[in-house]
């Protein structure tokens, strides 16, 4: 496509969905287990090296990165609920969503001098929806939160991290323990990411963004005592943003306490 048409178009589509267990869709979005928790988040991780491959291709033909890549349907695909028309792709959002958003958002950001536009499937009601609604009634999923804490990376600029994580394991799957990414926003500040993809551990993480010395730091978590955890019309709060106060600085560097399972936002000055 790039060989062939690389000059006549603005952007080329990437689609690409996390679905756990593989195709069809047959897991359920809350009713899941450790092993299918680091299925997701591993499948999940995969976005990273499609993005790669495709930009290789596309730099080959466009050097100057004139084309966008446009991820233009990314996001978790469950069974749909049991009391839903299959056809309409209605599932639960729970804290595992959330995660899968903030890695995704990771991941863009650190290829976004090719990946210019990137869009969740779908906003309201369909697949990892940011809003549940039903009549007059509406609840936040996590996913919404998580795009709220990310807000300050609108045209903000990527700025490369330090992190050293260990590997979080389970059975025969592996991912790194932490992932993480910070940019400097339109405001001025310094703004660094980080998600603990461990179900049951915390991580204690030292981490240095390039040229910055912070004076001090302040963050918001996303997290819930379980990783099932999720917003319902009877109980809208269970997972939403807290104030953060497990980093501090040392020396350049920011020393986190990372709680299992967690995203975390912090704001340095």
Do not use: C
Not at 99 to 112: C, G, M, P
Not at 118 to 126: L, P, S
Not at 221 to 238: C, D, V, Y
């Amino acid at each position: 496509m790039m060989r062939e048409a690389g000059t006549l178009m603005d952007g080329l589509s990437l689609h690409y969905y996390t679905v756990p267990g593989g195709w069809p869709p047959r897991a359920s979005s809350t009713n899941f287990d450790e092993a299918a928790w680091i299925d997701t988040l591993s499948r999940t991780l995969v976005m990273d090296e499609l993005i790669t491959k495709h930009s290789a291709i596309m730099d080959r033909y466009d050097p100057g990165k004139k084309v966008a890549l446009v991820v233009d349907e990314w996001g978790t695909w469950y069974a749909g609920l049991p009391d839903a028309n299959p056809g309409f792709l209605h599932q639960q959002n729970s804290l595992r969503d959330a995660l899968v958003a903030s890695l995704n958002i990771d991941i863009f950001s650190a290829h976004a001098e090719r990946v210019r536009m990137a869009n969740i499937a779908q906003m309201v009601n369909v697949l990892q929806a940011m809003i549940l609604t039903d009549g007059d009634k509406m609840v936040l999923t996590p996913t919404y939160h998580v795009f709220a804490l990310y807000k300050p990376y609108q045209d903000a600029t990527y700025l490369p991290l330090h992190l050293q994580t260990p590997e979080y394991r389970h059975g025969d799957a592996h991912v790194p323990a932490v992932h993480g990414s910070a940019v400097k926003a339109k405001d001025g500040h310094v703004y660094v990411a980080l998600t603990n993809l461990d179900a049951k551990s915390a991580a204690n993480v030292s981490v240095q963004v390039e040229g910055l010395s912070p004076s001090s730091v302040d963050g918001q978590i996303l997290t819930a005592p379980a990783i099932t955890a999720h917003n319902t019309f009877a109980q809208p709060h269970a997972v939403e943003p807290k104030a953060f106060k497990g980093a501090h600085v040392q020396g350049k560097a920011l020393s986190i306490a990372l709680p299992a399972h967690s995203i975390v936002m912090l704001k340095l000055e």
